[in-house]
């Protein structure tokens, strides 16, 4: 059964997809769900199979700076994170339901479902911001 996700809740979900991958992607991809880290509209690199995250570790240079990740997926889900989600929420797979269940999930771990429900926004986003480093306050810079 599909659940039913309300538009406050969905329009979230989207706004956390923008902030992570961009409107470019998103126009030019699976909705985002098939991204990998490191990609832009320019230069995607995408992942063909739901069947698990795809668990590719990228390096990412930005100036004198460089990163490692395993992000991937609409919300750009560490491997390491979906293999607890996985058993947690019992799926089977990396699929478009299965990540947003998953960030659903982690939206209500860090209390901010109700406050997305009711329309606070900015009350929601800086309870999750830990989540998603494009946030305001992630701490990422």
């Known amino acids: 059964m599909k659940r ?53 570790l990228i390096t990412i240079k930005l100036g004198d700076k460089e990163w490692h990740s395993t ?12 293999d607890h989600y996985r058993q947690l929420l019992h799926l089977n797979d990396f ?9 659903l999930q982690q939206i209500r771990e860090k209390g901010g479902l109700a406050d997305i429900e009711a329309g606070r926004c ?7 911001s830990s989540l998603w480093a494009s946030l305001p306050g992630a701490g990422y810079g």
């Open 122 to 128: 900015a009350a929601a986003i800086k309870k999750v």
């Open 71 to 82: 992000a991937a997926g609409r919300y750009q889900l560490l491997a390491r994170y979906f």
């Open 95 to 103: 699929s478009p339901a299965s990540q947003d269940e998953i960030a």
């Open 4 to 56: 039913i996700i309300s538009v406050n809740v969905k329009a979230f979900l989207t706004m956390i997809a923008v902030s992570e991958i961009g409107e470019g992607l998103l126009r030019i991809t699976d909705n985002g769900y098939n991204v990998l880290v490191g990609s832009t509209a320019k230069h995607p690199m995408l992942f063909a199979s739901y069947d698990d995250h795809p668990r590719r």
